[in-house]
Every structure is written in C-alpha cells, then in structure tokens.
C-alpha cells in the first residue's frame, strides 16, 4: 500500500520553548539508549554536567514528580535568543568562538546571569541565599569570555516571565523524565521518536515558527518582527486547491495574524469582505480586501476555530484538512508548557489531541507530528550541525546566514502505521528540522517548495513502516500528571501575548492605513480582551458564521 493511500492528513501540534534533553533525555536510560528494537537513541547517560560561573560541574539531575516546582521547572525563564544560544553552545555570541570553551557547556552560566536579562529585582528576591550570579573575574579561565559574555542581543520589552523561587543555577540541567512526563514520554515510545530532530534557527520562538511556515524567517533572528510576509503553507495550499486548517488558543489562534498572505482567503463575521472593485496590493503582493455594501465571504479551503471545534471535525467525520496546524492556549494560564508555566498542562493536552484523534474516524489515514519550536534556552548536550541551506536570507544584525540549524527539540511522530519503540532519523545527510513539515507536505500532496530550505529538507514519511494497521494503545491506563495547586502564576501578560496583539494591530494597520500602535498591558486578561476584539474584528470563528 502507497504512503499516499494510507496517509490523507498531517495534523501538527507545536509546543514552546523546550529542548529534547529537558523533556526526553532519560526516554531509554534503563536500556542504555536503546529503543526495543534496539535502535540507537542519542539520550543522556546521567554524567553530562556544565560548569558554573566559579569553574565547577553542575550534573544533570532528574526532576523529582513530588516536587513542588516540578511541573514549573526551570523555575525562571531562561534566555534563548541568537547570542544567548550561540553563548550557551559556544561560550561566545558568534565566531571567533574562545578557545578552550567546550561546546553546549554555556547554559548554567547564561540561565544563571542571561545575555539579554539583567536580573531585575523581582528575580533577585527569589535567588537562593549564597548564591552567586554577578559576573566573576576571569571566569571560566577564558581571556575572551567577559568580552564575549558582555555582547547583549536585542532586548525585547516583554519577555519577562515572573520567576518562582528559591532559583539555582543547576535548575537548567534538571531533566523530566518518563514517570514525570507519562503522556509525552509513553507517545514517544508507543510510536516514534526523533532524536536528531532541530529547530530551524538557533534562536528564539517567531522566527522558527516563521521556518516551520514559510520556510524562511525574512532574515529575522529575534521576536522583533511579529507577523511575517512570506507566503506560507497554508496560501500555498490553497493555490493547489488543498485543504488546510488552524485551530487553537479559544479559537483565535495567533498563527492566522502571523501570516500576513492570509489576509487575501481569510474573512471576517462582519468586517472584511471581497470586493472586486475596492482591492489593492501590498508590498508583499498580498490582496487587501476591503468592506463592500453588499459583502460575500470569501473562504477557499480552509477552516479555523478552538480546539473544540477541531474535536468536533474529528467527532463528526465532516471535513478534516489535509493539513491542520493546533496551537496551545497562550500565557500563563495556558498549555504551550514555556519555562516557566505549568508542564502538565501541556501533558493534558497532549492527551487530549493524541485521543481525539485516535478515536475519529481519521485516525488510520492521518500522521501526527508533535513538535517544539526552540528550545527556549534549556540544556541539550548536543551540538546542532551545520551545513542547512539558507532560504537565502541573511541576518543584517548578526550577518548569519541560516547556515547552522538549532538545538534539538522533542518531536514525536505518530500513526498506526508506525512500529512501537521507533527511533527516527533521516537516511540522508541532511538531518530533520521545522521545513521537513513542509517537505512532507510537499511529498504527500504534490505541492511544489517554497524556498531552498523545505526544497532540502528531508520528509518522514518513510517512518511509516508497517503493512499493517495497529489496534493498540500505548498510553491505555496512563494517568495525567497535575500541577502543584499551590502555586500561583504572578499576572502577567506573556511575551506571546504581547507578539500575538502586535501581529493583530499590523493587521489593522494595512487595513486602514493608520499606524495604530499595540497597548501596554498590565495583566492577562487586558492582553486577552484586545486578542479578542481584533481578532473577532477580522476573522471572526469560521463555526459560528451566519
């Protein structure tokens, strides 16, 4: 049987900001890095350790699940900018990288005192007595390594998460392992698991998710640039007459506002309309439809809505996209499981896609790709390669050309027709990252590449090895794990929110020409309520039309 025969969908869930040794490393440590198959397993051994800003091995540890910080770990957000990864990989922001640094040796030093963060005095309360974060002298017997160290990257406003206490340096190097983790680690030994899977670009969330999209991040290193012009998957499925869908965060998935091509298929209830006589272009060659008196939806292909309303296409039968993107709830009362918000959340809801889906009708025909964006500055011990193709584009602060991918993420891969205990890696010499998405969409529905980078990428569409369609469960019985209800997230709104409402006003603001700026917010439920109000304004929810 074909793979096209087999395989109708691509469902693909992208959780935030963790690396593949922080939620995986101990998948197989009882078998010493072997699956059952007896495929090798690039996990850790429980001896990898990172010095200290004095000189001395921090060990990786693994989290305890009676913890009470256990499912908010590490308990402060860590950097994961271009310089902070490149520091935290190389001991410096960009070549000439000091000599006598070990590689991936950076993360206790930078979560301990971050490249783009000072330690404000919120976080300072919360340090463990004793502890020293300051810059040392000579620290790290490299004569390069204050020079280096000292070189911030861009500062973003709003990417402060409010820490939980008592913070050590060493909270980088613990690790989840598969009794913390039931859900995601049980999935990921019951089908496949990628273990040489990278982020696009050694950097932080938008421009990888802008590679897992379109391909190429514009030549953007950093979050500064909130929705992007690049055609995307979803515009270039429509262009061959291919379904797709985006579903999540209550229905107003940020995803939609991120791509900026959208705004030629999507409408709103209400608001923005074809009409054949008032349409223009912007620079990208995106079509501005503007309101008519006598409005017609126009919607070609593609649904969007909460994840409710993803549960009810897989309940119904009525219409699952040949590709559907899901996105978790935002902030800090969410599910995307960024440092530091609650873990198991993230589990439960992990859970709930892996059983929806399992229990439609869709189930045997569709292969779901569970992912990360980046690894949000937590440790990892393996180098990322070199050798990516550039989209081509270029960064104009840092000259980096996209040639070097970025640190490992955990990315399952499941199907029925998958074999349990699977380790996938590509047969090529161009390893697995965000555009072998696209280049797996490419190969099952025929869709032409979109830049040199997915043109490279490998697809995974030949992890579907077995002739026969499998009837188990693997997580049959596995109980989700809850989060310490003690706790209590300080109200914030998150850095996403903030990205998200940005990406909305630019919305606004090639609708009307204005140069309305994005607000300020104090809390979660302001940044919530403009979401909201944008959102509905241009889109509206594809289920509840009239």
């Known amino acids: 049987m074909s793979v096209s025969s087999r395989i109708k969908h691509v469902v693909v869930m992208m959780f935030e900001n963790r690396s593949f040794d922080s939620m995986l490393g101990f998948l197989y440590e009882d078998t010493h890095n072997k699956s059952p198959l007896g495929h090798p397993f ?13 000189g001395k091995a921090v060990p990786v540890s693994k989290i305890d699940k009676n913890d009470p910080y256990a499912y908010r770990m590490p308990k402060k957000d860590p950097g994961e900018g271009f310089t902070n990864t490149n520091f ?7 070549p000439p990288y000091p000599k006598g640094i070990e590689k991936n040796k950076g993360f206790v030093r930078d979560f301990a005192d971050p490249l783009t963060n000072e330690t404000d005095e919120t976080d300072k309360k919360y340090l463990q007595a004793g502890e020293k974060f300051e810059l040392a002298e000579n620290q790290y017997k490299s004569e390069h390594y204050e020079e280096w160290y000292k070189k911030a990257s861009p500062k973003n406003e709003h990417n ?5 206490g008592p913070i050590l340096p060493s909270d980088i190097m613990q690790i989840y392992t598969p009794e913390t983790l039931p859900v995601l680690s049980g999935l990921a030994k019951g089908y496949a698991v990628c273990d040489h899977w990278y982020c696009s670009a050694p950097t932080e969330t938008l421009p990888n998710r802008a590679f897992t999209h379109m391909g190429t991040s514009e030549g953007y290193l950093y979050d500064e640039k909130k929705s992007y012009r690049s055609k995307s998957i979803f515009k270039h499925l429509n262009d061959h007459g ?10 107003r998935p940020y995803t939609i506002p991120f791509c900026e091509d959208l705004d030629g298929i999507m409408t709103s209830h209400g608001s923005t309309y074809k009409d054949e006589n008032t349409k223009d272009e912007n620079e990208s ?4 439809q503007h309101l008519s008196p006598n409005p017609t939806p126009v919607i070609q292909n593609a649904k969007w809505g909460s994840f409710d309303d993803f549960k ?70 393996i180098t990322p390669p070199e050798g990516a193709t550039s989209p081509p584009a270029k960064s104009k602060a840092f000259g980096f050309d996209f040639d070097r991918f970025g640190i490992r993420v955990p990315t399952l891969l499941i199907s029925p027709w998958i074999e349990a205990g699977t380790v996938y890696r590509t047969s090529g010499n161009v390893p697995l990252d965000h555009t072998s998405i696209l280049a797996t969409i490419h190969e099952l529905f025929g869709t032409t590449y979109l830049t040199d980078r997915d043109k490279n990428a490998p697809h995974v569409l030949d992890v579907l090895t077995l002739d026969k369609v499998r009837t188990d469960n693997p997580i049959e019985g596995v109980v989700v794990p809850q989060d310490n209800p003690a706790l209590k997230d300080m109200d914030h709104a998150s850095q996403i929110q903030h990205m998200h409402a940005a ?27 403009y979401i909201k109000d944008m959102h509905d304004r241009f889109y509206g929810d594809y289920y509840k039309r009239d």
């Open 285 to 288: 060659g995106s079509v501005i």
């Open 312 to 381: 009810t296409i897989l309940q119904q039968g009525n219409g699952l996209p040949e590709y559907t993107f899901l996105e978790p709830v935002w902030g800090s009362k969410g599910n995307s499981q960024h440092p530091n918000y609650n873990v198991a959340a993230g589990e439960q809801y992990l859970y709930d896609i892996y059983q929806a889906l399992r229990d439609s009708s869709y189930w045997e025909d569709t292969l779901l790709i569970i992912t990360y964006d980046e690894h949000g500055g937590c440790y990892d011990h």
């Open 160 to 164: 402060y998460v409010p820490p939980f």
């Open 88 to 94: 935290q990989l190389f001991g410096a922001a960009s």
């Open 42 to 54: 690039e996990g850790l051994t429980g001896t990898e350790s990172n010095p200290d800003a004095n």
């Open 242 to 251: 291919k379904s797709w869908g985006i579903f999540g965060n209550n229905g």
């Open 503 to 529: 990406a909305l006003t630019n919305k606004y603001n090639r609708e009307t020409g204005e140069s309305k700026e994005t607000p300020s917010f104090k809390t979660e439920d302001e940044a919530n309520q």
